[in-house]
């Protein structure tokens, strides 16, 4: 069965300062990864995905991340954080389902606070 | 574009009654719809996944009988929370997956339960 571990559940960063959000992944076979983000009163809202290819994924947001099949890894970056970025960060591991879509197993998630 | 959405965005409901949510892809076609459970600090939970006019599909350990899940047209699915508890109350999230288009996922804002 797959899983994701997102070993910090908080993080504070002042803005203006890097960022790096750990996520490792369990899963049997080649995986697609997802990062997404969570603000109150906001559905989840994708930053990335790895299905193949370049294990150095562009995002939105300024985000990116890196696919590590050594360390099952896809850390989340950002060079530069803004305020605006505080919220709340899940990585997850999807396993395709009949009728497309992947089924999603999500981190426990790590909650971003940014430091004016 | 492809935007979802939940109604009701909070409900309080007594015990014994039931409750059902909608979940709408409002400018997209969706095949498959995901039916997610998030207890406060903690992950999304996957419930249920539904492919239009078919079965849900329920992940190991939900009670099918008590989450009720209807994906009857290709823009609206809907969850049943029968003879509520106030073990069910929760923040239920959905998501839908465009026809035809790649396996991201587009998750709607939530929906609050509280069972008194």
């Known amino acids: 069965a797959q899983s994701v571990t997102q070993p910090d559940i908080h993080i504070t960063v002042s803005e203006g300062a890097s960022l790096e959000l750990r996520c490792n992944y369990s899963?049997?076979?080649?995986?697609?990864l997802f990062w997404y983000v969570q603000s109150p009163g906001q559905g989840l809202q994708l930053l990335l995905k790895?299905?193949?290819?370049?294990?150095l994924v562009q995002g939105i947001k300024g985000f990116e991340a890196e696919f590590k099949r050594s360390q099952s890894s896809f850390n989340l970056r950002k060079p530069s954080v803004h305020w605006s970025d505080a919220a709340e960060y899940f990585c997850?591991?999807?396993?395709?389902?009949?009728?497309?879509?992947?089924?999603?197993?999500f981190g426990t998630g790590t909650q971003l606070k940014v430091e004016l | 574009g492809a935007v979802v959405s939940q109604h009701p965005s909070w409900v309080i409901c007594k015990s014994g009654t039931s409750v059902k949510i909608e979940c709408r892809s409002l400018d997209f076609q969706a095949t498959t719809m995901f039916w997610y459970r998030q207890f406060p600090k903690q992950s999304l939970m996957l419930m249920a996944t539904s492919n239009e006019g078919s079965k849900a599909t329920y992940e190991q350990g939900v009670e099918k009988d008590k989450f009720l899940i209807n994906h009857a047209s290709l823009t609206l699915s809907t969850l049943t929370v029968t003879s509520a508890h106030p073990e069910d109350s929760s923040f239920y999230i959905c998501s839908a997956k465009r026809q035809g288009g790649t396996d991201t996922q587009y998750f709607g804002p939530g929906t609050r339960l509280t069972v008194l």
């Open positions: 790895y299905f193949s290819g370049d294990t």
């Open positions: 997850a591991v999807g396993a395709p389902v009949t009728g497309g879509g992947n089924k999603l197993t």
């Open positions: 899963y049997g076979a080649t995986p697609y």
